[in-house]
């Protein structure tokens, strides 16, 4: 099973005490003095780990867990072989969640590659850059000319801040992650190797003097509580800002165009690509590998399956999904429709129907 041996070892705990710490409630209180020493996955877990249980697709596992407790729901809760201790909860996953938050807070937040505390010898750091208390940076990182970055920020080891970029507080900029011509609030989580602030892709086509590359005098501005994915690239503007709003969550290797917009708290999976001058809404949640075309606007509350082509408008609170993308229940029954008639057609006798 996994070991957690680039993090701090969580404490021990009884089960008594993981309830009140989770808000569970243990079934049986006389096992309220077992210790737990660790989390484990169901088919990890041993009889000194917690794990939860909230879905029938692993209820093969549930049977076989060698766990010393397990979270799971009221509507699951006989399941649960009797050599296990139950902690009831309403919503498992959570409970989980929230006490490996506090178990593991070390691996909420990247700290520098180094354990560093303060500024490498070998960083570069121009003269007129400032920098409050408590920046980290790294080693071989260069910070710009008028650079201004916020106390209890990370700069990783070979990042390039560039000229009059603004980083706010504890902020991490990952390795090998180059940004300019970029405004980024607090408590952004940059992973390594983005690079943010590049030209957009903007050009005059196929004219006499060929492809005309167009001026990208925009800026990306980056609101607070964002993480942004490894790999993950942020054109600049060219007339407007690229904007991404505050605690959107960002996978790796996105692709957002210039002049894009996207709003607070959305979802964006990996290998995503934005075209430009697209506007997204608030809370909308974009899967793995979809495409979006330019200058079409997602409404608050949009869902986008992954694997879309997205050419058209979507309202808010719509689920869209396909090629190209429609409505889900509209793309579920073409795609039933089709199946039907490509085995009706299989099943068809050669030469009948034929004049």
């Given amino acids: 099973m996994a070991q957690p041996i680039f993090f701090k070892q969580p404490p021990s705990a009884t089960l008594a005490e993981l309830a009140a710490l989770t808000g569970g409630v243990l079934v049986d209180p006389a096992r309220g003095g077992h210790v737990i020493r660790g989390l484990a996955s169901l088919d990890e877990a041993g009889p000194m780990h917690l794990t939860f249980f909230d879905n029938l697709k692993y209820a093969d596992q549930l049977k076989a867990t060698k766990a010393g407790a397990c979270l799971v729901s009221p509507r699951f809760e006989s399941q649960v072989p009797a050599h296990v201790a139950v902690l009831r909860a309403t919503q498992p996953f959570r409970a989980f969640v929230k006490l490996a938050r506090e178990w593991h807070a070390d691996a909420l937040r990247p700290q520098s590659w180094f354990d560093a505390d303060g500024i490498a010898p070998s960083a570069i750091i121009d003269p007129s850059a400032h920098l409050e208390d408590g920046v980290v940076v790294d080693p071989l990182a260069v910070i710009g000319p008028r650079v201004e970055i916020g106390g209890g920020t990370v700069i990783g080891a070979g990042a390039v801040v560039g000229a009059d970029v603004k980083i706010g507080r504890d902020c991490n900029v990952g390795a090998r992650t180059a940004i300019q011509f970029a405004l980024i609030g607090n408590n952004v989580l940059i992973h390594p190797g983005c690079s943010i602030g590049q030209d957009g892709y903007g050009f005059l086509f196929f004219g006499p003097e060929g492809h005309l590359k167009v001026p990208q005098t925009g800026r990306v501005l980056i609101q607070n509580d964002v993480e942004i994915g ?22 790796n290797q996105v692709q957002i165009g210039h002049n894009v917009t996207i709003g607070r708290h959305c979802l964006l999976a990996a290998q995503i690509g934005l075209a430009g001058s697209l506007t997204i809404g608030d809370n909308v949640a974009i899967g793995a590998k979809a495409g979006l075309n330019n200058h079409i606007r997602i409404g608050d509350g949009a869902q986008i399956a992954a694997m879309s082509a997205v050419k058209d408008d979507i309202p808010a609170n719509e689920r869209w999904g396909g090629h190209l993308a429609r409505p889900t229940r509209q793309w579920f029954r073409e795609t039933l429709a089709l199946e039907r008639l490509a085995r009706d057609g299989a099943a068809q006798p050669k030469g009948e129907g034929k004049e």
């Fill in 230 to 251: 490894a790999g993950t690239t942020i054109d600049r503007g060219s007339l407007r800002d690229t904007v991404i709003g505050e605690g959107t969550k960002i996978d």
